[in-house]
Nanobody, 120 residues
Framework: QVQLVESGGGLVQPGGSLRLSCVAS????????MGWYRQAPGKGRELVGE???????NYADSVKGRFTISRDNAKNTVYLQMNSLKPEDTAVYYC??????????????WGKGALVTVSS
């Protein structure tokens, strides 16, 4: 069984910074892709940033230049550095990963989410 656990959410003032972390644990062969989504109150879930299976990165236009995704493959961890935060960044941030199991099956996993609130 695979688990994704996020940490690092919280309350921050506009213009501030936060860093989210997501660790993948359990028994699996490899991580194919990993990234972050968010869901604001009353809205659908949207991509924030991700590492694709080819190793490139994608970002939502709304966060380009402010958010940076990075990873530590040895720790099965992906990070989201969020700078110049705005009230509209307030959302629950979810970690997502496509993971190749030991049986050769590709599975898609979600964390439980980390709440980020940007408010003065």
């Amino acid at each position: 069984q695979v688990q994704l656990v996020e940490s690092g959410g919280g309350l921050v003032q506009p213009g501030g910074s936060l860093r989210l972390s997501c660790v993948a644990s359990g028994s699996f062969f490899s991580i194919n892709s990993m990234g972050w989504y968010r869901q604001a109150p009353g809205k659908g879930r949207e991509l924030v940033g991700e590492f694709t299976s080819g190793g490139s990165t994608n970002y939502a236009d709304s966060v380009k230049g402010r958010f940076t995704i990075s990873r530590d493959n040895a720790k099965n961890t992906v990070y989201l550095q969020m700078n110049s935060l705005k009230p509209e960044d307030t959302a629950v941030y979810y970690c997502n990963a496509a993971i190749l199991g030991n049986s050769g099956t590709l599975g898609y996993w979600w964390g439980k989410g980390a709440l980020v609130t940007v408010s003065s």
